[in-house]
């Protein structure tokens, strides 16, 4: 019997080595990107995640290729080597192989090895996005009206959708992780109808009528799933946006980034989700607050990750650098004749500062308005300057052409400018506001197209 006992062992034993032996490696945590860029606008390329956070930086060598391990975990990525991005889908296991040409960009795209076929079809669908033209831009709802926009929303919707179901090869999970991307992506564009309609019309009165599909009744706002998706944030936020936007017609008053922060402590019951809104606002809506204090203290309380909270005081403290009375750097840039024009050479006067770019729509609409602002304040104490940034001087000397811009034109070559760094220059247009001695009367002025701008311009110079 022990014999036996001593057989049966060895035999168990023995299979469980060879067991082991034949199973599947330990799964890895990490994918292999590599590829070949041709005429490269820097030596190094940025992966951003899906909040367009650098998260890693790959090294060009002198053949302009490079080969990396990034430990990531499943979702959609970018990769961005100067202004272009690049869309990627990431999980741990692939080794992926990116072919590009900057002069080409999109039409060059081209990937191999494990993951391509996903990635390929990115490349190809924002290849056919692009082909969309006007119809991707804000700008073009303005010409139609309910009907006829809901109508091209579900076209272009299901040309994206019959696109994908074209793609037998791709990965299953990817597919229904893109099916998801695409819905959010759909309403998402129209959620934001109403909001961009009024705006871009000037209308704030506009209303929807009954019969327009309220995109929110039967959506889920307590998934954290579908954080991985970017214009499921975004399709959040409309829906706050909604809220607030009732809730500020009720009362002018009220400070909108405060509300904004009290409507998801109210409206949003899953801890994980309403930490991502309110990590969004603690990012970059601090410059809009006019109760700085109350706001930081109220995302103190919603936010509980330390990496969050950290970025946030630092938010804080250079807000608090940015209060009335403060002196911020100045700046010495070329206007379109190649003179340079500094802010000390404009004392004396109030300077209302505009920054802007070419490629912003809610810019240009900004700009037009700003001329008429301009002749109003003719031969007054006040000087209006311009400020292109994150732009081609190609682009921004056509647009001066095209548009007949007015006022004082500079022209920043990068975004390092001490100037635009200490305001934090991001979201735009900006517009800030200084005193006749360089001082700070408000770093978040009206923009032209308030009607109280021109009144407490008004004010001010007479």
Known sequence: MLMNFKVIFCSLFIVLLL????QTPTSVNYAILSGEIKNPISDTLQLLNNKSK???TIILDGKNTFRDTITISEGYFKLTNGEEIVPLYLKPSFNLHLFLDNKLFAKSIKYEGQGAVENNYLAQKNFLEEGFGELNYYAYYTELEEKEF????????????????????VDRNFKLLE?????????????????????????????????????????????????????????????????????????????YILI???????????ATIREELA?????????????????YEKLQLLIQKEDYLKLIKENYTAMKKLAKGAIAPGFELENEKGELISLESLKDNYVYIDIWATWCGPCIKEMVELKKTQQIFTNKPIKFVSICYKDTEEKWRQVLDEKELTGIQLFAPNANIPFLKYYGAGGIPQFILLDKQGKILDANALPPSNPSLEKMLMELVN
């Open 19 to 22: 067991l082991t032996a034949f």
């Open 54 to 56: 650098p998260i890693h």
């Open 260 to 270: 904004k922060l009290s409507t998801i402590e109210e409206k949003i019951s899953n």
């Open 179 to 255: 099916t998801q991307f695409l819905r959010y992506q759909y309403l998402g564009k129209i959620a934001e109808y109403e909001e961009i309609y009024g705006y871009l019309r000037k209308d704030k009165d506009f209303k929807l009528s009954p019969n327009f599909p309220d995109v929110f009744a039967d959506v889920s706002f307590e998934n954290e799933q579908l954080l991985g998706f970017p214009f499921y944030m975004r399709f959040l936020e409309n829906y706050l946006n909604r809220i607030n936007n009732n809730k500020l017609k009720e009362d002018k008053d009220i400070d």
């Open 279 to 295: 990590y969004q606002i603690g990012q970059y809506g601090l410059r809009e607050t006019k109760q700085l204090e109350a706001s």
């Open 150 to 169: 809901l109508d091209l929303a579900d076209s272009i919707h299901q040309v994206k959708m019959d696109y994908l179901a074209t793609k037998n090869k």
